[in-house]
């Protein structure tokens, strides 16, 4: 049996080969937010969330019994359901022919894995955002 419902279709009579099956799934959430800062500025503010499934399933040499010797590998199967988040507030002042923009965005990324010897904590930094342009 696969781990998502489809009975011992590897055993059958079905194709000689290799049996294989992904499936991606995102959903991406975002809100951007602009304010007048006066005649000569901006405040720019936003937030993104992603949140992701990938599901896969394979079986090598699907015409042969598992355990048949040592050359024939059981099926696998895997979940990976991350999730990432950022945020960003950033000003953007024009003087003349020079404009600047200055700010800082904070990305978080999560693995939700639970794998044996694997940290899985989630992991977060602060980015500095910086630029200089001209006309």
């Known amino acids: 049996n696969s781990p998502w419902g489809v009975p011992a279709f590897f055993l059958s009579d079905g194709s000689r080969g290799e049996l294989a099956w992904n499936e991606f799934r995102e959903i991406r ?41 040592d050359s024939v590998p059981p099926a696998t199967a895997s979940e990976f359901t991350p999730l990432a988040g950022a945020a960003y507030l950033e000003a953007q002042f024009r ?38 342009s001209t006309r």
């Not at 992701?52 to 394979?58: E, G, H, L």
């Open 29 to 69: 959430s975002q809100l951007d937010l602009t304010f007048g800062a006066g005649q000569t500025g901006d405040i720019f503010a936003g937030v993104e969330l992603v949140n992701q499934r990938v599901r896969t399933f394979q079986r090598a040499l699907g015409y042969l019994p598992v355990g048949m010797g």
């Open 95 to 132: 003087l003349a022919d020079l404009g600047i923009t200055t700010g800082l965005r904070y990305d978080r990324f999560d693995t939700r894995s639970d794998l044996p010897g694997s940290n899985g904590e989630a992991q977060s930094k602060f980015n500095p955002r910086i630029a200089v």
